[in-house]
């Protein structure tokens, strides 16, 4: 096959290609696709592995300059890279670039995931930070800088960190120091992708990266700025990519249903998205009846939790079928949460049943997060002099989150809160929403927190104890 045939997601492996110069190049695994644009992969080529990147379509061109380019410039400066061993445009327009492949190595994204659940700024989350914001000091120190900065893009192979993705490096004056204003955008790239409890530890963090490169003062009320613009943008854009066909969601929505699932659930998934009420009917049923059915159910090597959102009657149909289902705003608030490193049952998919555009039912599907809720977790503290610090800890770290968010839950009861991995999750996020408004968020937030008090004895120890480590808010704001 030559590489302008290459079509679809998933073209089949092993995938023998053709290239001009006559020789062979064998994908054994595809790592990236952006269908009809960019496959990138594992390959055996002249007897070594190594990775691909091959451009079709009419962008092709353009996409392959701006990466070797890219790949070229890291080079000349000395950023630690994968060397470029082959790169060639064929006849017909497609091109392709071969690296070295990098064996053994970890991105520092998955570093991360291993330690996102950490309180901010532990021992593990230091050490990728540090080391993700030293590399990026030495890019800025050689007038180098990545426009889609973040943690994927770096790998670690032992001791070495690698720099990929030269398609996103550009260079104001190669060889010489950033300017300040470009380094203040690029780094702002990078926090933002943070959960925002972190911009408290901005000044520590940035030591990581003055320590490599100090041409420049680093003013952090810019950068604060800079990082809230960027976060805000990255929210609303994610929330976008949660309702169509890209490459994290497989979606098909038309005037006869609604499906978007978790691209690399989806798989897995396929026979439970088929018949959802079978699999509730075989799971583990937690609610039944009324305006929701609730099921624990096995798939595969792993436990999910299937909601169905039930019509309870035709005045209840009418008053739902013309507006975004529940399992809808369950599934784009679960995502807004996610994106915003706020605990949350992973979403995986969402179902809603339509007729000539009127909906009907609809499922939300998400991982399972155990069943122990915080009333159950502090049950035996209820009437104890005991302080369950880990749990109160994390409910105000839960709370706080939301504060910074300004984020109201809307039924903030303890049920709806679960105790998982010494973390607190929220669920049931139909009524969650994120306010414009101080003075609004305020009403909302003091609401929730009153709710949440209200699941003990208000003469109770745990009670008194709870009111007095729950932030609180101004009960009134001129802010609007």
């Given at each position: 096959m030559k590489l302008k045939q290459l079509s679809g997601r998933t073209p089949q492996l092993p995938l023998r290609l053709t290239l001009d110069n006559a020789q062979t190049l064998v994908i054994e695994q595809w790592l990236r696709v952006l269908p009809g644009q960019r496959y990138v992969g594992k390959a055996h080529w002249q007897g070594r592995s190594v990775l691909v990147k091959i451009f079709v379509g009419s962008k092709a061109a353009r996409q392959f300059q701006r990466e070797l380019v890219g790949a070229q410039a890291l080079t000349e400066q000395q950023i630690n890279s994968a060397a470029v061993v082959d790169a060639q445009q064929q006849a017909d327009g497609s091109a392709?670039?071969?690296f070295e492949f990098i064996e053994n190595a970890q991105s520092l994204a998955e570093a991360w995931q291993e330690c996102s659940a950490d309180l901010p700024l532990s021992g593990r989350q230091t050490d990728v930070l540090g080391r993700a914001l030293s590399t990026v000091a030495q890019m800025h120190l050689r007038g180098l800088w990545q426009s889609d900065l973040h943690l994927d893009n770096l790998l670690q192979q032992g001791e070495q960190l690698y720099v990929v993705d030269g398609g996103g490096v550009q260079s104001e004056q190669a060889g010489k120091p950033l300017?300040?204003?470009?380094?203040?955008?690029?780094?702002?790239?990078?926090?933002?992708?943070?959960?925002?409890?972190?911009?408290?530890?901005?000044?520590?963090?940035?030591?990581?990266?003055?320590?490599?490169?100090?041409?420049?003062?680093?003013?952090?009320?810019?950068?604060?700025?800079?990082?809230?613009?960027?976060?805000?943008?990255?929210?609303?854009?994610?929330?976008?990519?949660?309702?169509?066909?890209?490459?994290?969601?497989?979606?098909?929505?038309?005037?006869?249903?609604?499906?978007?699932?978790?691209?690399?659930?989806?798989?897995?998934?396929?026979?439970?998205?088929?018949?959802?009420?079978?699999?509730?009917?075989?799971?583990?049923?937690?609610?039944?009846?009324?305006?929701?059915?609730?099921?624990r159910v096995e798939q595969g090597q792993r436990s999910l939790v299937v909601k169905r959102y039930n019509i309870k009657n035709v005045m209840h149909w009418l008053k739902r079928f013309w507006r975004p289902s529940r399992a809808w705003y369950s599934w784009r608030e679960g995502h807004r949460l996610s994106v915003l490193g706020i605990a949350t049952?992973?979403?995986?998919?969402?179902?809603?049943?339509?007729?000539?555009?009127?909906?009907g039912s609809a499922w939300l599907i998400s991982e399972y997060c155990g069943e122990q809720d915080i009333i159950a977790r502090?049950?035996?503290?209820?009437?104890?002099d005991v302080v369950p610090e880990t749990e109160i800890n994390a409910l105000v770290e839960l709370l706080n989150a939301l504060i910074r968010e300004k984020i109201s839950h809307g039924d903030l009861k303890g049920h709806n809160i679960l105790w998982h991995q010494q973390r607190c999750y929220l669920i049931d996020l139909d009524a969650m929403q994120q306010h414009h408004s101080m003075r609004r968020f305020t009403r909302a937030y003091q609401?929730?927190?009153?709710?949440?008090?209200?699941?003990?004895?208000?003469?109770?120890?745990?009670?008194?104890?709870?009111?007095?480590?729950l932030p609180q808010l101004p009960s009134s704001c001129s802010e609007d």
């Open positions: 392709y670039l071969l300017a300040q204003d470009n380094v203040i955008a690029n780094l702002a790239v990078f926090f933002a992708q943070l959960p925002s409890a972190f911009d408290t530890h901005l000044e520590e963090l940035l030591i990581h990266y003055l320590l490599v490169n100090a041409e420049h003062a680093l003013r952090l009320e810019s950068l604060h700025k800079q990082i809230l613009s960027i976060r805000q943008w990255r929210v609303k854009d994610y929330l976008n990519k949660a309702g169509r066909e890209c490459t994290l969601f497989s979606a098909k929505i038309n005037m006869f249903g609604l499906r978007v699932v978790w691209r690399d659930a989806q798989a897995e998934l396929e026979s439970l998205l088929a018949e959802p009420d079978a699999a509730i009917a075989r799971g583990h049923i937690y609610k039944t009846g009324g305006a929701a059915t609730v099921a049952p992973q979403p995986l998919a969402v179902i809603e049943n339509r007729c000539c555009g009127l909906r502090l049950a035996s503290y209820q009437a104890s609401k929730d927190r009153s709710r949440l008090l209200r699941n003990w004895p208000q003469q109770s120890p745990l009670y008194k104890l709870l009111d007095q480590r």
